[in-house]
């Protein structure tokens, strides 16, 4: 049974519903096990028992949030080496996949041994606080489908 941990920053909503989304496509692949952390409840020292981990931040400023930087920053620290990751963020249409695009960047640069299986998923909102635009949703059931199939 391959382990995936979900890991996001939320402050409207609108990332942790498409964290869920996400969860509920893996949920639909036999053979994986999800569990689902908001950032600031995580544990680091638990994260080695998972084999793939995904991390969702909304877009501020252009980038991922500072707690999702200083967190990703972290598990450079730890040994995941043969681990699988993935990124999310939610952003204006303008902004479409610049934050999961630096923090890929991140990623491939501070946390070695973490391999990206899958470029990361970005879904547009309408305003702040949402709503999610028409016809995003389902496609973070489909990406959390995907990513479960690749890690199994
Ligand atoms: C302080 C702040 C700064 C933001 N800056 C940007 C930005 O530069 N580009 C962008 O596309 N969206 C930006 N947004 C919009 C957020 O990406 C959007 O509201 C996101 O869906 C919020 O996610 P949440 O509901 O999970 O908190 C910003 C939102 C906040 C609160």
Redesign the pocket.
């Known amino acids: 049974m391959a382990k995936v941990i979900v890991v996001?920053?939320?402050?409207?909503?609108?990332?942790?519903?498409?964290a869920d989304k996400i969860i509920e496509g893996m949920r639909e692949v036999s053979g994986i096990e999800t569990a689902l952390s908001e950032l600031k409840e995580v544990d680091l020292d638990r994260l080695t028992e998972y084999d793939a981990i995904l991390v969702?931040?909304?877009?501020?400023?252009?980038?991922a949030t500072r707690n999702t930087r200083v967190f990703i920053d972290e598990l450079g620290n730890l040994n995941l080496k043969g681990k699988l990751a993935t990124v999310f963020?939610?952003?204006?249409?303008?902004?479409?996949e610049?934050?999961v695009k630096k923090m890929e960047k991140q990623i491939s640069e501070k946390v070695t041994g973490l391999k990206l299986v899958a470029p990361g998923l970005s879904?547009?909102?309408k305003?702040?606080?949402?709503p999610?635009i028409e016809g995003e949703l389902p496609k973070c059931k489909e990406f959390g489908a995907k990513i479960a199939a690749q890690i199994k």
């Open positions: 996001y920053e939320s402050k409207h909503g609108n990332t942790k519903l498409v969702g931040s909304p877009n501020h400023w252009g980038r963020d939610t952003c204006f249409s303008s902004d479409f610049k934050a879904i547009r909102v305003g702040i606080k949402g999610i």
